[in-house]
Structures are given as structure tokens and as C-alpha cells.
């Protein structure tokens, strides 16, 4: 019976992946390079199993059509005394539950962590960013109760042990689990540093960025939880429709400028912006934050500046350059909007002003409110 074959897929390795039944009703999978023009067969074919596959792969049969996931999933909050909330999805058992959140830390044993009775009452947090790969057994069970908080769950399990999945085994206990616990940024770019990406992914941010005249209407219909204007050179009125997409925004979803995404913010309030004397640029600039009293020496690069004379009513300005008076940074609590023209990020410079991105942290899941009091 000659061999018959089937679709191949190009992975994001540039690889083009070739399944086909050999002449023993086995599976092969072929490796072909791919070029720009065509498929260049710089390959081998080796043999593989269809399971091991579909587990080497999973999330690339999923998106094709080819394998379901192998539980169902719904929309789920988690939302802490404090008022924080964050979007996940649900899996195991379906309900409400209210106990004391904890992390654990562990790699490995995962079923041991979540049936340990000392967990009784409360939320598991598990910070290893996958759960679920190995399935669970009844071998590994500690006791019968606990709720399960983790990053991502693993969409197919492999070990010799498992005798069914982390999905089926928390259903069958009627014990809650969450997962796919992030919160999406868009990014506008007007030349946007790399460390400002790596701070927000450090709070565990899903980031995706823009180009600088990427239409309101579509950054809205992609449901961010925030918004970022990042920062950039020249001034801000050369670009008057990155001010109207501002406008757009503004209380549709929580807004913050660094930089001149802070001047752009300033204008698109109503403000207006000014070439300074003499730009800022450097990396130990104070500034004064006028909700604490703190000051913060920061890293600056901007020739630009908000008048804030010219900002209207509801406007606070929360931080002061302490060389010039300048205005460093905003907020507009109705619309749940902040910035500061300086670099929290930093990237050169100190990090007295990291709590720049904490606070957007805040803003993004809903406690603005009581953070601000504090940075």
C-alpha cells in the first residue's frame, strides 16, 4: 500500500512538518527547510509516533484544528480584599470560593502541593509557569481538598505514572482551578525602549505593541486592559494624530504616558506642551512626588514639557521637577489615566522611580485607587 500523505504545517522555526502513514500503517513525520520561494527538502524523515506528535506540538494542532483541548474552559476573575481584580479562565470545578491566597514556589509536585491538608481553606498560587505536564496518579495524593491558581495549563500530559489529567482530576473532586491569569497591554510605539517592555512582562504583562497611527477603534477591539504611549523624540504636536487617538481612549480604558506619551496625554486633556530652554537630559534629575513628598532622582530625555497652567479642571499634576518646576507627571483619576515625562524604566539611571510601573500595575488591575496613596 504506498504511503499516503497529508498537509504539512510551517512552524515558527521555519521548519515544514510533514505527517504521512508508512507502508505498516505507522506515522512518519518528514522535515523539510522552508525558503522564501519554496520547500527546500535539506531534511530527513525519521520515524515518530502519533501521540509523541501531537505532544511535541500541541498548541500547533490546536490552532490548526486538529486536536481539541482536553477540557473546557470558562471566564474567571480572581479578585482580592484589597479590590485587585484579574481575568482568567477556569478549569476542574466551576463555583465561587473565598480563602486566604498563598504561592508556592516548587517546580515539581504539583498533586502533592494541591491535596497537602496544611493548604486546607486556602489558594494555592503556583509560580512555575506551566502546570499539568505529567497528569496526576493515586499515588501522589496527600488528602482530598484545596483551590489551584497557575499560569498556564498544560495541554497534554506525558509520564508513565498518569493515570488521568490535572482538568479531569480536580472536576471529579469538585475543587476550582484558574489559569491563564494575565493582564494584556497595548503598546503604542513612538520609539519605545526595551526595558519598558521587560518591566511590564516582569508583572507578568501580555504586551503587544503598535505602531504609532495604529487606529483606536482596532487597539479597542482587541479588549487590552490598559494602554501605554511610550515614550519618544521630537515634539509632540508634529503628530496630532497620535492626540486624536488619545481622545479616543481616554475612558475606555486605563491610560498611561511615559515620556512623550506623557506630553501626548497632556495635549489630548486639553493641555498644551512648550519647547523648553533647556531640555532635560540625564540620569540624576530630582523629582519631587507631590502626593508623598518623596523625591526621586530620575533618568530624563525629553526637550518638551506640559504647561500645566493650561491643563484643565481634574487634572492633578503629581510631580515636580525639583530643577525647574517643570511638570514630571499626571493623573486623571475619572479616566483612569496617569504619566510622567521622566523614565521609570530607567535604562540608564537610578530606579528610585520604578514604582512608576508598580503604580501602572495598579491601574491596570483595578487598585489605582489605594496604590497612588503610596507611591
Same mark, same amino acid.
Given at each position: 500500500m504506498a504511503a499516503t500523505k497529508a498537509l504539512g504545517f510551517v512552524?515558527? /522555526?521555519?521548519?515544514?512538518? +510533514?505527517?504521512?502513514?508508512?507502508?505498516?500503517?505507522?506515522?512518519?513525520?518528514?522535515? *523539510?527547510?522552508?525558503?522564501?520561494?519554496?520547500?527546500?527538502? /535539506?531534511?530527513t524523515d %525519521?520515524?515518530?509516533?502519533? %501521540?509523541?506528535?501531537?505532544?511535541? *506540538?500541541?498548541e500547533?494542532?490546536?490552532?490548526? @484544528?486538529?486536536?481539541?483541548k482536553p477540557w473546557s474552559s470558562y471566564n474567571a476573575r480572581l479578585v482580592l480584599e484589597d479590590g485587585s481584580m484579574w481575568s482568567a479562565k477556569s478549569f476542574g470545578a466551576s463555583g465561587t470560593r473565598v480563602a486566604e491566597l498563598v504561592f508556592n514556589t516548587s517546580l515539581t509536585g504539583y498533586q502533592e502541593i494541591l491535596t497537602d491538608p496544611s493548604y486546607a481553606g486556602q489558594f494555592v498560587?503556583? /509560580?512555575?509557569?506551566q502546570i499539568g505536564n505529567t497528569g496526576v496518579n493515586p499515588d501522589d495524593e496527600e488528602s482530598r +481538598?484545596? %483551590?489551584?491558581v497557575i499560569r498556564s495549563l498544560s495541554i497534554s500530559t506525558s509520564n508513565w505514572r498518569c493515570t488521568k489529567t490535572?482538568?479531569?482530576?480536580?472536576?471529579e473532586r469538585?475543587?476550582? @482551578?484558574?489559569?491563564?491569569?494575565? /493582564?494584556r497591554v497595548i503598546a503604542y510605539d513612538f520609539g519605545i525602549k526595551q526595558n519598558i517592555l521587560r518591566r511590564l512582562a516582569s508583572y507578568g504583562c501580555e504586551i503587544t505593541v503598535v505602531p504609532s497611527t495604529w487606529p483606536a477603534a482596532e487597539a479597542l477591539k482587541m479588549n487590552p486592559d490598559g494602554i501605554l504611549f511610550s515614550n519618544g523624540p521630537g515634539d509632540p504636536s508634529a503628530v496630532p494624530y497620535a492626540v486624536e487617538t488619545v481622545k479616543e481612549l481616554l475612558g475606555k480604558v486605563p491610560v498611561y504616558g511615559i515620556c512623550m506619551g506623557h506630553q501626548l496625554l497632556g495635549q489630548a486633556l486639553g493641555g498644551k506642551t512648550y519647547k523648553?530652554? *533647556?531640555?532635560?537630559?540625564? @540620569?540624576?534629575?530630582p523629582v519631587c512626588n507631590n502626593r508623598t513628598g518623596h523625591v526621586e532622582i530620575s533618568a530624563q530625555n525629553h526637550n518638551y514639557a506640559v504647561d500645566p497652567a493650561s491643563l484643565p479642571s481634574g487634572v492633578e499634576v503629581t510631580h515636580v521637577n525639583l530643577n525647574d518646576g517643570s511638570c514630571a507627571g499626571l493623573s486623571f483619576p475619572a479616566m483612569n489615566v496617569m504619566s510622567l515625562q521622566y523614565h521609570p524604566e530607567a535604562s540608564p539611571g537610578p530606579h528610585d522611580s520604578d514604582n512608576g510601573i508598580t503604580l501602572f500595575f495598579s491601574l491596570l488591575s483595578g487598585n489605582y485607587q489605594n496604590a497612588k496613596a503610596m507611591h
Amino acid at each position: 500500500m504506498a504511503a499516503t500523505k497529508a498537509l504539512g504545517f510551517v512552524l515558527p /522555526t521555519g521548519l515544514f512538518i +510533514q505527517p504521512s502513514l508508512n507502508r505498516r500503517g505507522g506515522v512518519r513525520v518528514s522535515v *523539510f527547510q522552508c525558503s522564501v520561494s519554496s520547500l527546500t527538502s /535539506t531534511g530527513t524523515d %525519521f520515524p515518530i509516533s502519533l %501521540f509523541a506528535l501531537f505532544d511535541l *506540538f500541541p498548541e500547533l494542532w490546536i490552532e490548526i @484544528g486538529l486536536l481539541e483541548k482536553p477540557w473546557s474552559s470558562y471566564n474567571a476573575r480572581l479578585v482580592l480584599e484589597d479590590g485587585s481584580m484579574w481575568s482568567a479562565k477556569s478549569f476542574g470545578a466551576s463555583g465561587t470560593r473565598v480563602a486566604e491566597l498563598v504561592f508556592n514556589t516548587s517546580l515539581t509536585g504539583y498533586q502533592e502541593i494541591l491535596t497537602d491538608p496544611s493548604y486546607a481553606g486556602q489558594f494555592v498560587l503556583m /509560580t512555575n509557569p506551566q502546570i499539568g505536564n505529567t497528569g496526576v496518579n493515586p499515588d501522589d495524593e496527600e488528602s482530598r +481538598q484545596c %483551590f489551584l491558581v497557575i499560569r498556564s495549563l498544560s495541554i497534554s500530559t506525558s509520564n508513565w505514572r498518569c493515570t488521568k489529567t490535572l482538568g479531569d482530576y480536580l472536576a471529579e473532586r469538585n475543587i476550582m @482551578g484558574i489559569y491563564d491569569l494575565d /493582564t494584556r497591554v497595548i503598546a503604542y510605539d513612538f520609539g519605545i525602549k526595551q526595558n519598558i517592555l521587560r518591566r511590564l512582562a516582569s508583572y507578568g504583562c501580555e504586551i503587544t505593541v503598535v505602531p504609532s497611527t495604529w487606529p483606536a477603534a482596532e487597539a479597542l477591539k482587541m479588549n487590552p486592559d490598559g494602554i501605554l504611549f511610550s515614550n519618544g523624540p521630537g515634539d509632540p504636536s508634529a503628530v496630532p494624530y497620535a492626540v486624536e487617538t488619545v481622545k479616543e481612549l481616554l475612558g475606555k480604558v486605563p491610560v498611561y504616558g511615559i515620556c512623550m506619551g506623557h506630553q501626548l496625554l497632556g495635549q489630548a486633556l486639553g493641555g498644551k506642551t512648550y519647547k523648553m530652554k *533647556f531640555g532635560h537630559h540625564g @540620569g540624576n534629575h530630582p523629582v519631587c512626588n507631590n502626593r508623598t513628598g518623596h523625591v526621586e532622582i530620575s533618568a530624563q530625555n525629553h526637550n518638551y514639557a506640559v504647561d500645566p497652567a493650561s491643563l484643565p479642571s481634574g487634572v492633578e499634576v503629581t510631580h515636580v521637577n525639583l530643577n525647574d518646576g517643570s511638570c514630571a507627571g499626571l493623573s486623571f483619576p475619572a479616566m483612569n489615566v496617569m504619566s510622567l515625562q521622566y523614565h521609570p524604566e530607567a535604562s540608564p539611571g537610578p530606579h528610585d522611580s520604578d514604582n512608576g510601573i508598580t503604580l501602572f500595575f495598579s491601574l491596570l488591575s483595578g487598585n489605582y485607587q489605594n496604590a497612588k496613596a503610596m507611591h
